[in-house]
């Protein structure tokens, strides 16, 4: 079945693929979340195989700060946080599509309830934590594009998605909350609508003679398939910019 799910995203797929998978596509399999794959199965191979220790990856592993490891949040491995030169980073488990939040799946809405209410508090220890060791700037990364586009509203220069009941408002209201009560520069980084983008989704001005509210706060969404490249990003918290962005096309 996974197999003939890939040759359908490839454009590649038989005539058996499509007819074992064309009763996937109908209203009964897709409301009971029938599909070819258990999510919450590969969650746990995820954690398993990427975030069985304290460090990162890579050919230079550095030691991480893990959720797992400092708060009642066993499972939630995966959120971590360590400093260089001044900056704390943090990653945030939040996918794109509702955040895996389905009113149709008991056990999904579960999985991301809890681990929402994990994602705010590690928000929340990670600026404490900035702030309590003086950390000149801090770098909050997940996969989860928060806004869509449109206009401003009292609480953000650009909607929420799925708006102030939808399955990112929190996220995005402890990130511009928290990080405005840090006041130094704050680099939101994700990716899901896989456009290049540098702005201030959080930013809001009120009037010439008013300063702007979050302004400190800086997002870029980075590039993702089909256009797999990447961006370089430089930090100098030593400039009023502090953040500088190279597409590398």
Excluded at 126 to 137: H, P, V
Excluded at 157 to 166: A, D, I, W
Excluded at 193 to 204: L, Q, S, T
């Amino acid at each position: 079945m996974l197999e003939a799910y890939l040759r359908y995203l490839r454009g590649k797929a038989t005539p058996e693929d499509l007819a074992l998978l064309g009763p996937l596509r109908s209203f009964d399999a897709a409301y009971s979340r029938k599909s070819y794959d258990d999510v919450i199965a590969r969650l746990a191979d995820v954690r398993r195989i990427f975030f069985a220790q304290a460090k990162s990856l890579g050919q230079k592993p550095i030691a991480l700060v893990r959720q797992a490891d400092v708060s009642d949040f066993k499972e939630v491995v995966e959120n971590a946080r360590w400093s260089h030169h001044g900056v704390l980073f943090a990653t945030v488990h939040v996918p794109g599509s509702q955040n895996d939040l389905y009113i149709n799946d008991a056990a999904l809405a579960a999985e991301a309830a809890r681990r929402s209410q994990a994602d705010i508090a590690w928000i929340q220890a990670a600026f404490a934590e900035a702030q309590s060791t003086g950390a000149k700037a801090v770098v909050i990364a997940m996969q989860a594009q928060l806004f869509e586009k449109g206009d401003r509203n009292e609480e953000f220069g650009q909607p929420v998605r799925s708006g102030p009941e939808g399955p990112f408002y929190w996220i995005a209201r402890a990130i511009r909350d928290y990080g405005s009560a840090f006041g130094k520069p704050v680099l939101f980084v994700h990716g899901d609508y896989h456009e290049f983008v540098v702005d201030k989704p959080f930013r809001i001005t009120t009037g010439e003679l008013t300063p702007p509210k979050y302004d400190n706060i800086t997002r870029v969404e980075v590039f993702g398939a089909p256009d797999l490249k990447a961006v370089r990003i430089s930090v100098d918290t030593d400039t009023p910019w502090v953040w500088g962005f190279t597409p590398l096309y």
